[in-house]
């Protein structure tokens, strides 16, 4: 067990989708989250927040998740940050390439707010495993 899950970067486009991930992830889950509305927003913050981990939205306009990612990971300090896409396409072989960006895990849209946080840390505590 490394250290523990504290300050998650949150990228979401959709406002709705936003506030129960807030929700969630703050109120329900205990831990600090910075909401982005766009991967512009998240690499223009990101750097000074210094989060733990990141979740990205995959179907973002302009910038998609992946996109957001590789932006991201060109960032010192960011370069090894862990991500975790969320999506409501979580077909096996999108999934299978969506980890082949380096992704840690896919969760699937609609997620459950009062469980989003507990899978988020699930993810984290076996980031290590699988190297």
């Known amino acids: 067990m490394g250290e523990t899950l504290k300050k998650i970067l949150?990228?979401?486009?959709?406002?709705d989708i936003r506030t129960i991930?807030?929700?969630?992830?703050q109120s329900v889950g205990g831990?600090?989250?910075?909401?982005?509305?766009?991967?512009?927003e998240a690499i223009e913050k990101a750097a000074a927040f210094g989060p733990d981990i990141v979740l990205l939205d995959v179907m973002m306009p302009v910038?998609?998740?992946?996109?957001?990612?590789?932006?991201?990971?060109?960032?010192?300090?960011?370069e090894n940050t862990p991500a975790v896409f969320l999506t409501a396409k979580a077909m096996p072989s999108e999934i299978k390439?969506?980890?082949?960006?380096?992704?840690?895990?896919?969760?699937?849209?609609?997620?459950?707010?009062?469980?989003?946080?507990?899978?988020v840390r699930e993810i984290w505590d076996r980031r290590g495993d699988e190297g």
Do not use: H, N
């Open 10 to 15: 949150y990228v979401e486009d959709e406002a």
């Open 21 to 25: 991930a807030e929700v969630a992830l």
């Open 31 to 40: 831990l600090e989250v910075m909401m982005c509305t766009s991967g512009a």
């Open 97 to 119: 390439r969506y980890r082949e960006l380096g992704v840690l895990d896919v969760i699937a849209k609609p997620f459950d707010p009062m469980t989003l946080a507990d899978q």
């Open 63 to 78: 910038m998609d998740g992946s996109d957001t990612l590789e932006a991201l990971r060109k960032i010192p300090g960011l």
